[in-house]
């Protein structure tokens, strides 16, 4: 798909040491207005977190009043398919900062992060929800079983912790520069996840991804991970935690520009019924 003009506005209604390069401009976005004012100030923390680590471009945040935020205005263009592999090392290098800062925090459980903010533990609500999932009916078409999710978030809590950010396409911006726009939600999560996000969304968005172009994103960030001495996401773990990921975005299908299912497979990691080889 070509790529098109974009501009972050901020117009929608929202859920509840060194810093990052703030992308600002003359102008404002306008006010972003949340359904809460707890709702606004954790959005605000995690703009603060998020530039503080110094590796991922965030807009100037203006004004914060009560239930609104104003950012700076941003003109950009959406990612599309062939700035995959360019947002995943961006991405990577904001996983790597991530991880350093959280270096005592063990992924499954909540861990402080200061002034009475907490990062939420992978495991228990994202356990709950795609068991819900799973149980719904319909179910999602997937591989996953109740067994495997169980198994996997267990195996996590054995993974270097790193953050879930929704990296979903339509949360980052090229100006060129790799601009983060999206701040309401950040959590514990191990290595890879929030890219899993990033692919599955652009697979739920532009069509099936040629398996070159999966491998391509996963190794881009195992390349900066290595660098940093960091054990890098598998093939395996991340086939996984793409696969959770389209369950958990499978009931926005026709809604948010997500079009189509979002079944990963990477090449040579195609998932079998008994997927739990670490």
Same mark, same amino acid.
């Given at each position: 798909l070509r790529s098109t003009p974009s501009t972050w506005t901020g117009s929608k209604q929202r859920r509840s040491a060194r810093r990052s390069p703030s992308v600002s401009?003359?102008?404002?976005?306008g006010p972003l207005t949340y359904r809460t004012r707890a709702a606004a100030e954790t959005a605000a923390r995690n703009h603060a977190w998020i530039s503080g680590l110094g590796q991922l471009a965030v807009p100037a945040l203006l004004h914060q009043n009560d239930r609104q935020l104003v950012f700076a205005h941003i003109p950009g263009r959406h990612v599309t398919r062939n700035d995959l592999s360019s947002v995943a090392g961006s991405l990577a290098r904001f996983h790597v900062a991530a991880h350093r800062r959280l270096h005592d925090a063990r992924t499954n459980e909540d861990h402080p992060t200061?002034?009475?903010?907490?990062?939420?533990?992978? *495991?228990?609500? =994202?356990?709950?929800?795609?068991? $819900?999932? #799973?149980?719904?009916?319909?179910?999602?078409?997937?591989?996953?079983? !109740?067994?495997?999710?169980?198994?996997?978030?267990l195996h996590a809590a054995d993974l270097p912790a790193a953050v879930y950010k929704d990296a979903n396409i339509r949360n980052f911006l090229l100006t060129p520069t790799v601009v983060a726009v999206d701040f309401d939600i950040i959590s514990l999560a191990p290595l890879g996840y929030d890219l899993a996000k990033l692919v599955v969304s652009a697979a739920m968005t532009y069509g099936p991804l040629d398996t070159s172009l999966e491998a391509k994103c996963l190794n881009t960030y195992n390349e900066?991970?290595?660098? *940093?001495?960091? =054990?890098?996401?598998?093939?395996? $773990?991340? #086939?996984t935690w793409a696969e959770m990921n389209h369950v958990l975005?499978? !009931?926005?299908?026709?809604?948010?520009?997500?079009?189509?299912?979002?079944?990963?497979?990477?090449?040579?990691?195609r998932p079998t019924r008994r997927h739990l080889i670490w």
């Open positions: 401009c003359p102008e404002s976005a200061g002034r009475g903010a907490v990062l939420t533990g992978f *495991a228990e609500q =994202r356990e709950r929800r795609l068991l $819900q999932l #799973l149980a719904s009916s319909p179910p999602p078409e997937t591989w996953l079983t !109740p067994a495997l999710v169980r198994a996997w978030i900066h991970l290595s660098a *940093a001495g960091l =054990r890098i996401c598998t093939g395996q $773990q991340f #086939l975005t499978s !009931p926005y299908i026709g809604r948010n520009g997500y079009r189509f299912p979002g079944h990963m497979a990477v090449e040579g990691h």
